[in-house]
């Protein structure tokens, strides 16, 4: 009964907002960003030239924040102590409405503007989950929102987050414990993909963290009886595990990564180091995995007569959905439509398609109804994760990338780098403050959101999964 | 110097012993082996026919206790707590000589007296050591040893040791916990083999022990992570001991029996049990590896997150050699010469090496010099072993079998049943009279080889390895 | 659309059926079956004192066979190459109705019918799945149908199919591949449970195999490099399952029990072999997984340099759920309503409940709306699957233990054995033969139920899980 | 009896050399010797500082290569396509002999000139293996032959070899494969070490392969059932080795490297592999180990369902030790004496060995009488192993570090650094050239040393392991 009533009431906070200032409003933002399209591209294009991996993001996060600075943002760089972290504000007052924009590249991943593999530098990272379009699009919409409430036709704060290393380490986590977004009512977010909707899943809880063998070296071949070895531990860790994964439940995941098990062939080796990562679909069910997880180190290290440590690195929390807030950006979906696309746009796509092994169907960016939030939903991780348990957050997916792409792949940089990428990042900018505008202009859906968001929240006191002390900057954790 | 100097005493000891009457004594021993010949045979024919395992020899050690009963012996049955355990004893004062007669055959190694595999009694047991004649031709030493105290012209104590359950559990740890052995001055033994020589290398210490994994049983299907698995642990404890093989020394062996991972196929085990066993050439390098090992079932539990037990079953040392006394068994076997053997008996072994596939020479006892006794050996072990730890203990081993003949096989059991057996069990017997008739006349000899007992011995103060508490007569321990 | 229609006929099927004389002859079955109660629980507490398991339930099959050609049933026993399977059959002509019954018993699982722990017969089997209530409950039910044609009510043939060994092997393979169930136009099942409903999920199809290893045997201490271990690659075979759990779906479940891995702990082991079992939500996903684990034993071998042989022991289609049947099924429930229980019967369940650490909430036989049939169900699996893939299928669950016992435990056995086993198989009965009075009444709704089987089965091929030759009755498989 | 003929000639080849032109000839090339010192110990000083690795000594060989020229060798340089090896000859016609020189460092063990450890550049190579003077002492030795070649005293061929890389891929397998010791009578080595003494151990044969695994990549959350992981494949391969260390000789040893198995946390891995290390104290027992290990990559391949190839890298055969030779280097060691060391240099020594926990006994090279050549011999392994099946090859160890020194270490690169190594050098260097003077002079314990080879080498043709084309030079093999 409660439900249906929400339900209804959404209705009336969704469709009825029908007031023409809101819409003209709306028709304003999307021609701030038509008319700053240029600008945009080219920052997107200088962020995916410059290919910088988590905490490494000093030009990308340099040339963000000045463009903010230049349109009369006020900006903070170096927050959280993190160097590439910023916040850009401009405003006073209620509604905070803030977004997220992210910008690091993953290692490896450098690639032309072609559709088929062709590394641009050998070996150097590239923007292959497309962030060089997120952190852009995001600051575009803060932007057209700015131009609102510069004119006097909104009211509040807009804050852009320029959050780093959301592919590695998650960034936002150290942002959230340094208080940033403790005065904040809503947050918008999106992320590049290669289809366009409201992003209603929740993703998987997750926690890294490193186990460290240390033993005792002896020549293999002279004397290995002298030896403990770090090598054995971190073998029979993994052993272990594997036999764990039949006690787990479907919905967990396990998976490590082999850092050292020793550097040359003839010695026992005193020392390894392995990166596990456990992932379910929410923290409840994560936290008694890595518990059990972090006790068979222990376990490894008797059976090979070796010490161990365990370091927790960090981890994320599944998004905290809020279906009211989607609603509102679901609306605004369906008055945008899809994005066009040229004859050559598809032909680029159907290249990549082919060449990556999929149906060649082109570009998809259709909108659909919304979708059911899954109690457990499959796939990625984000740091997005830990902002939702703190503040309302309301996420988008914008058609970067052809129809079947593999994500985290040179396909991703090659069409993030051209007109397709740009064409979603504008569209994303556009659906992102036309939301906004929403936020801005209705109290009572900001207070249906926030509502929402307290019930679904209960009790429970955030925690993010980080150890104390400074975030690892220069870490050698990898 | 000094060990030149020993060894010239040495070959005082043996070699200029040669007054007549010691002489005439060992002819008179050797005259009692061939007249009870017949005796012996149906004997040893008798506890072949019984097949008794471990602790279970109630028939055979009734049927040995009788005979030395009926000899004049003075029998005292089921010592140190066992049933099948007894001591025969004839004479008094010094010196008390000892000899051991073991008697327990193997499971499922029931065969008929023919050259080729041909179970007697399907799946029962059967004497695949030998052991039949082992018990026997001690005895009939004894016995002959007997005769000439009887008649004066021999003085002092012989005592013969029914020592059962060699092959499992091994029974003389709990005799010779029981002081049994505590006023003996020298112990003679042999064993039956596919050559005849003085005994001299030392076999391997070992431990046997159990451990046990108890965890939680749920549904393999509907819910294994509600499972906590003693399987799992149980495997991830032979991962480890596998692991463990790169750090022992060459010396070392570990071999283990997983007696039950659990029983069907559709539960989580919540009990598991596996029964190890660690060798070393000496008690000294066994200790840490035993200690390792049991270590390692406590990082098995934890990784598996069940519970666990360590059981010490029972364990041996290795055999604390005798060279001074060897050297007083080999000139008597230099002056019996090699065995006799007919045309048949030779196309007997023959055949049996052909079922084996070994080369067909044959059978051979002859007698080759007296080996070095190697600081490693490698091969089985013996719970003589510990009665050499306490007592001085001259070693025999005499031809049974055909060359070649694989230990603990029906072949064995076939060879030991018929002549070829019955001509080895008789060798023996007059080998240790011989040697004992040196003992009881020479005691600057016995002083001699207690000499190097002790010296070897140095101040190592002998510890069984064996649980507290009664024997494990009625275990469920296989 | 299409759905659309088929529902709406459904309905008209289902709820329109109300003539006159198939209720009264609803009424007429349900009167058979109270007259007979007393029958019927006679037959069953025998079933349930003779606890015979799969294959070897020779009086359990007798006692059912004789009781039906009592009531003038013609009774073929033996059937399938199984002395304990056979089919009763009365009446001639459309439709052919048949019902199934098992009555095998589970090992080690002898109770008496108290509420607590204590065996009858220490270490003999016991009715842990109900099924001395499954055979005789569907039995009845035939028996009351059978009365009905005899006396002109209803026209048709009625078989009783004596199905053994649902707990292992799957006898109903085997009559499903003779050819037992080619003619018959529908087929009613049930299963007793801790609640009462009309069974709509699938359940999981499985294939049991056996991988059997043979290598070399050698002294463990002496000479293990000329061994070649069986138990080395089944160990390895293990290591290699368990690293597979991590690339299969999370419909996917493997469990296996190490059968033997060796005998004695210091042979190197020439023999082992491992029961496997996999399952999948359905046997499209199962065979790539079978076929995969098949695959690694070959490695397994390689690896420890021994030879392999997998046999396939037989397995199980999951049910192909009928709703058209299941919805008349329903509606039958709901006129019966749920089973009344006294304060005695309540106190005993609850007693069950406490010792075996459930919530103290008694029986329940609530009738719920039928549920949605999910794409994949997890739980256990049952050779009513292979039925269900050549004939529709019916199914039922009713009430014959408390809510929450552990299935497959004493638990069952006690309830199983006294007055809540034996009301639910009543109720069982008369459930299941109303719904059999539903179809030889309504020739239109059989033609619905096959329609949709037709439908649902689409272009597959049924095959059964089970190698050629005879079923294992006297298998050595353990 | 041939064998006692053999020593008696062997005695007077050896003592009865005295002619007095040897001896004065021994005093001239160790006055060269003293002479020289300086140079050399410039020399070794430099090729220590430039820690050059296997393969990449460009520096060192070019140092070696320039003072051989400027002494009037005729020097060839990059032979047996390895740019850094080289030859340098002297002189013409019979006897040719060789000696070999080393000069490649150590990864990770760049150290200063003190008696404790102290990177003198963090994470550069050292000279952990003293090669900085082994290959110097060597030329120094050659250099004072090759005087008494040019003053008329000695007749013949003086052929320095410049041999690289002998702690990684070891290049005398490709400078033998050259045929560039087809010619040569007898070859000369040395090695330093921690005592002084003719060597005549035969160390160990030893086999370098790789194996690659190939599998497919896939996301280790969102369809880890679409991957076929490379490091469970590589996992599993290293289960089946330590499984299989059961079951080889005690002499055998198996040790690897895991180089990688997988890059990334996230990701099923498609690509791994593992430098793995077979040995045996001799290439007959090592041939079949390498098979079997090889054997494994395909179990381990198909249990998880990847790709698989071995790359054989190379392998050294264990040395055919030339007793002959080795006795007339012994009796050039006992005319020689121990090194003398200065209060200073014991006293550096004696802090080496407190800082690596050793016994403080300071230095050791007094000369103990010729050892037995061990049956099975444990330890390390050189190439020059294949250079002795070609050449008949004597040997001598000389003190460049304190007793007891863990070699491969910093203690060894400080030591060589500095006086003792110096003085290690010019020892080498003097008996090198004694018993060059003895085969120059004497070509009958040239015959004799050449007939003890032919006799010991039997029938056996020499085939290293080393896989066809070029040495890799440039490889990315670690």
Redesign the interface.
């Known amino acids: 009964m409660k439900k249906k009533l929400l339900l209804s009431s959404m209705f009336l906070l969704v469709f009825n907002m029908g007031v023409k200032a809101q819409d003209e409003i709306k028709e304003a933002v999307q021609a701030n960003i038509d008319e700053s399209f240029e600008a945009l591209t080219n920052l997107s294009d200088q962020i995916w030239a410059f290919e910088e991996i988590a905490f490494q993001e000093t030009q990308s996060a340099a040339a963000l924040s000045d463009y903010a600075e230049s349109l009369g943002f006020k900006v903070t760089r170096g927050v959280a102590e993190i160097p590439t972290a910023f916040v850009a504000e401009y405003g006073s007052g209620s509604p905070v409405i803030g977004i997220l924009g992210e910008f690091d590249a993953l290692?490896?991943l450098s690639q032309n503007k072609v559709p088929y593999k062709s590394p641009l530098n050998e070996g150097a990272p590239g923007h292959g989950c497309g962030h060089n379009l997120f952190g852009v699009a995001s600051l575009g919409a803060a932007a057209a929102i700015k131009e609102q409430i510069e004119n006097g036709e909104l009211q509040g704060t807009i804050r852009f987050y320029g959050t780093p290393a959301e592919e590695k380490f998650f960034g936002k986590l150290w942002m959230v414990r340094a208080g940033l977004f403790d005065d904040v009512d809503v947050v918008m977010d999106w992320h590049p993909g290669a289809e366009t909707k409201t992003a209603v899943q929740k993703g998987?809880a997750l926690i890294?963290f490193q186990v460290e063998f240390t033993g005792q070296a002896a020549?293999?071949?002279?004397d290995?009886?002298n030896?403990?070895?770090a090598?054995?531990a971190l073998?029979?860790y993994?052993?272990?595990i594997?036999?764990?994964?039949?006690?787990?439940?479907?919905?967990v995941?396990?998976?490590?990564?082999?850092q050292t098990?020793?550097?040359?062939?003839?010695v026992?080796p005193d020392y390894s180091r392995i990166?596990?990562?456990v992932?379910d679909s929410s923290r409840e069910g994560l936290i008694p995995v890595y518990e059990?997880i972090q006790?068979?180190a222990?376990?490894?290290?008797?059976?090979?007569?070796v010490d161990y440590k365990v370091n927790l690195i960090s981890g994320v929390h599944e998004v905290l959905i809020n279906r009211t807030g989607s609603a509102a950006m679901q609306k605004n979906l369906e008055t945008l439509g899809s994005i066009s696309y040229t004859e050559e746009e598809q032909d680029f796509a159907r290249k990549i398609q082919e060449a990556t092994g999929k149906p060649q169907i082109g570009l998809v960016s259709k909108i659909e109804p919304m979708e059911e939030t899954q109690e457990h939903s499959?796939?990625?991780?984000t740091d997005v994760g830990d902002v939702s348990w703190v503040v309302p957050t309301i996420r988008l997916r914008a058609t970067t990338a052809p129809n079947g792409t593999p994500?985290?792949s040179w396909a991703v940089v090659a069409a993030g780098g051209m007109s397709i990428g740009h064409k979603g990042m504008a569209y994303a900018a556009k659906a992102l403050s036309m939301t906004m505008v929403d936020l801005f202009t209705n109290p009572e859906l900001v207070a249906e959101v926030r509502k929402e968001f307290i019930e679904k929240k209960g009790d429970y006191v955030y925690k993010g999964f980080v150890p104390d002390g400074p975030p690892p900057i220069n870490s050698d954790l990898q």
Chains 1, 2, 3, 4 share one sequence.
């Open positions: 290692p490896g998987l890294d020549h293999a071949s002279s290995p009886w030896g403990r070895s090598g054995d073998e029979l993994t052993t272990g594997n036999y764990y994964r039949e006690h787990v439940k479907p919905t995941r396990i998976h490590y990564h082999i098990a020793g550097e040359v062939v003839n026992v990166w596990v990562r992932r059990r006790a068979m222990e376990g490894a290290a008797i059976m090979a007569n499959m796939g990625g991780s994500w985290h």
